[in-house]
C-alpha cells in the first residue's frame, strides 16, 4: 500500500484505543453510526448517553477535547441547514419568542443535530486513532473491492500532490509581482488552473507506466497481513454494543 502517510486529523499516540487494528475500528465505528442512526428521535435521553461513550473512548484514546470539537466544525454546513428546518417544514405549527416554527421542523432539526453529530464525532476519533495508511490496509482487510481501496490511495496522495503543486504556483505567481484582487485576474487563475491540470495528468501517466513497468497488473501487493485476536474484536465492538443497548431501550421505554 506503499509508505505511510500522516494526515492532519491523526493524533499520534499509544492509547489501547491507537493500538486496535484499523479494520477492528472501522467496523466499529460503522457498526455505532448504523445504531445511532436507528435510535428514535423521541428518545433524547439515548443520545446523550451515546456522546457520553464517546467522550468515554475520547478519553482513553487521550484525545483532548479541544482537539474534537475543533474538527466538528466540518459539520457546519449541516447545522445551518438544521436551523432553517423549523421554518420552511409544514404541518402544525409552535410559537417559541415571537417565531412560528413547525414541529415536524424542529424534531427534524433535532434529528440532523444529534445524529450528525455523533457521527461526525466517531469518525474524527477514527481518524485521530489511525494513520491512514492503516485505514486503507484496514478496508482492504475488510473486503472492500480491491479497485475502490487503490482509489482511495491514489485519490489522497495526489490531493496531497497537487495541494504542494499549487502552493508553488501560487509562490511563482506572488514572486512576480502578481496578486488576485478582481474580476481582471480571473483570467490567469484559469490559465493556472488549466496548467495545474495538464502538470498533474501528465505526473499520473508517468507514474502509472512506472507501476506497469514495475510488474503492475491490477492490484496491490499487500506488505502487512494485519490480524486482531478475539480480545482486540472485543475491545473494539465494545462502544457499538453498549449503543444497541441503549438503541434497543430506546425503543422499547
Given at each position: 500500500?506503499g509508505?505511510?502517510?500522516?494526515?492532519?486529523?491523526?493524533?499520534?499516540?499509544?492509547?489501547?484505543?491507537?493500538?486496535?487494528?484499523?479494520?477492528?475500528?472501522?467496523?466499529?465505528?460503522?457498526?455505532?453510526?448504523?445504531?445511532?442512526?436507528?435510535?428514535?428521535?423521541?428518545?433524547?435521553?439515548?443520545?446523550?448517553?451515546?456522546?457520553?461513550?464517546?467522550?468515554?473512548?475520547?478519553?482513553?484514546?487521550?484525545?483532548?477535547?479541544?482537539?474534537?470539537?475543533?474538527?466538528?466544525?466540518?459539520?457546519?454546513?449541516?447545522?445551518?441547514?438544521?436551523?432553517?428546518?423549523p421554518?420552511?417544514?409544514?404541518?402544525?405549527?409552535?410559537?417559541?419568542?415571537?417565531?412560528?416554527?413547525?414541529?415536524?421542523?424542529?424534531?427534524?432539526?433535532?434529528?440532523?443535530?444529534?445524529?450528525?453529530?455523533?457521527?461526525?464525532?466517531?469518525?474524527v476519533?477514527?481518524?485521530?486513532?489511525?494513520?491512514?495508511?492503516?485505514?486503507?490496509?484496514?478496508?482492504?482487510?475488510?473486503?472492500l473491492?480491491?479497485?475502490?481501496?487503490?482509489?482511495?490511495s491514489?485519490?489522497?496522495?495526489y490531493?496531497?500532490?497537487?495541494?504542494?503543486?499549487?502552493?508553488?504556483?501560487?509562490?511563482a505567481?506572488?514572486?512576480?509581482?502578481?496578486?488576485?484582487?478582481?474580476?481582471?485576474?480571473?483570467?490567469?487563475?484559469?490559465?493556472?488552473?488549466?496548467?495545474?491540470?495538464?502538470?498533474?495528468?501528465?505526473?499520473?501517466?508517468?507514474?502509472?507506466?512506472?507501476?506497469?513497468?514495475?510488474?503492475?497488473?491490477?492490484?496491490?501487493?499487500v506488505?502487512?497481513?494485519?490480524?486482531?485476536?478475539?480480545?482486540?474484536?472485543?475491545?473494539?465492538?465494545?462502544?457499538p454494543?453498549?449503543?444497541?443497548?441503549?438503541?434497543?431501550?430506546?425503543?422499547?421505554?
Open positions: 500500500m509508505a505511510g502517510h500522516a494526515h492532519r486529523l491523526y493524533r499520534h499516540g499509544h492509547s489501547p484505543v491507537h493500538g486496535l487494528p484499523a479494520h477492528t475500528k472501522l467496523a466499529a465505528a460503522f457498526a455505532f453510526v448504523v445504531v445511532v442512526v436507528s435510535t428514535p428521535r423521541e428518545a433524547m435521553w439515548a443520545f446523550a448517553l451515546y456522546a457520553v461513550l464517546l467522550a468515554a473512548v475520547a478519553a482513553a484514546a487521550r484525545v483532548p477535547a479541544g482537539f474534537l470539537l475543533k474538527r466538528l466544525l466540518i459539520e457546519v454546513p449541516f447545522v445551518a441547514f438544521a436551523v432553517l428546518m421554518f420552511v417544514a409544514e404541518g402544525e405549527r409552535v410559537h417559541v419568542l415571537g417565531l412560528s416554527l413547525s414541529v415536524n421542523g424542529l424534531w427534524g432539526a433535532w434529528n440532523v443535530l444529534a445524529k450528525g453529530t455523533l457521527g461526525v464525532a466517531a469518525s476519533l477514527l481518524a485521530a486513532t489511525t494513520e491512514l495508511r492503516e485505514l486503507l490496509l484496514g478496508l482492504q482487510r475488510l473486503k473491492p480491491p479497485l475502490l481501496v487503490q482509489i482511495a491514489f485519490m489522497i496522495r490531493g496531497d500532490v497537487i495541494t504542494d503543486e499549487m502552493r508553488r504556483m501560487r509562490i505567481r506572488e514572486s512576480r509581482g502578481f496578486e488576485a484582487s478582481g474580476v481582471r485576474h480571473w483570467g490567469v487563475l484559469a490559465k493556472s488552473a488549466g496548467a495545474l491540470f495538464i502538470r498533474s495528468y501528465e505526473r499520473g501517466e508517468r507514474v502509472h507506466l512506472a507501476m506497469v513497468s514495475r510488474g503492475y497488473a491490477g492490484s496491490m501487493p506488505i502487512d497481513e494485519v490480524t486482531a485476536s478475539r480480545a482486540q474484536w472485543s475491545s473494539a465492538l465494545a462502544l454494543c453498549a449503543a444497541l443497548l441503549v438503541c434497543l431501550l430506546g425503543w422499547v421505554l
